[in-house]
């Protein structure tokens, strides 16, 4: 399956500064889903968004599904050094494989 | 909360043996899969695995590779004779069912090909 292209492919911020990854598909997403992977750690599910213009929370985490399905975002307010890892925004699940890309990797600087 | 265990967390092997990497999944769950990540690179699909056979597979998983569910609870990745490009983590993943979303993985088995 076609991987979704997530921007940037490195974060470095301040511990209480904001952070957003992006994720940008060029086909129309059933779903996107979401994942962390801590630094040595496993793959960790987020969440997973499927309405179109869909926001959800989780705590300090936003995540938005796009109007026309084709992008989404995560944005993390006031960072803590918790939230360091990579962050990936995938396309497929249920049945069919997980497709990873690159992902964000997020550093924060206490 | 359930979750996927595998064994063993750290496997040293010399060129050229055979592997074998252990993973109990859910014991609910209906779809298996490994997937692999060098150091410092993303994470790679190489398996899926539903109804005690294989549903799909990458490039990476060549003839030295194979799956097994040979008790209805472990699901088994072999490597036959192993190569040092193999040294990896190696992740087992499994989901509940068709419909379900969330994909819960393991710890990882962390292959060193010496």
């Known amino acids: 399956g076609q991987q979704v292209m997530q921007i940037p492919q490195y974060q470095h911020v301040q511990e209480g500064e904001d952070f957003t990854t992006y994720c940008n598909s060029s086909?129309?997403?059933?779903?996107i889903q979401w994942y962390k992977q801590r630094p040595g750690g496993h793959p960790v599910f987020l969440i997973q968004?499927?309405?179109?213009?869909e926001v959800k929370k989780q705590k300090r985490l936003t995540f938005q599904f796009g109007e026309a399905k084709k992008n989404s975002s995560l944005h993390i307010t006031a960072t803590q050094t918790t939230d360091v890892g990579t962050y990936f925004c995938?396309?497929?699940?249920?049945?069919?494989?997980?497709?990873f890309g690159k992902g964000t990797k997020l550093t924060v600087n206490p | 909360e359930p979750e996927v265990t595998q064994t063993p967390s750290h496997q040293v092997t010399q060129m050229g043996q055979e592997v074998i990497l252990r993973c109990v999944p859910i014991?609910?769950?209906?779809?298996f899969y490994w997937y692999r990540q060098i150091l410092g690179q993303k994470v790679e699909f190489l398996v899926s695995?539903?109804?005690?056979?294989?549903?799909?597979k990458s490039e990476i998983f060549d003839d030295q590779f194979s799956v097994e569910r040979p008790d209805g609870s472990n699901f088994t990745l072999k490597i036959r004779s192993t190569k040092l490009e193999d040294s990896a983590m190696y992740f087992c993943?499994?989901?509940?069912?068709?419909?379900?979303?969330?994909?819960?993985f393991g710890q990882g088995t962390r292959l060193t090909v010496v």
């Open positions: 995938l396309r497929g699940g249920g049945s069919e494989k997980l497709v």
């Open positions: 086909t129309t997403l059933s779903n």
């Open positions: 968004l499927v309405k179109s213009g």
């Open positions: 014991s609910n769950h209906l779809y």
């Open positions: 695995f539903y109804n005690n056979e294989i549903s799909e």
């Open positions: 993943a499994s989901i509940r069912g068709r419909r379900d979303t969330e994909a819960f």
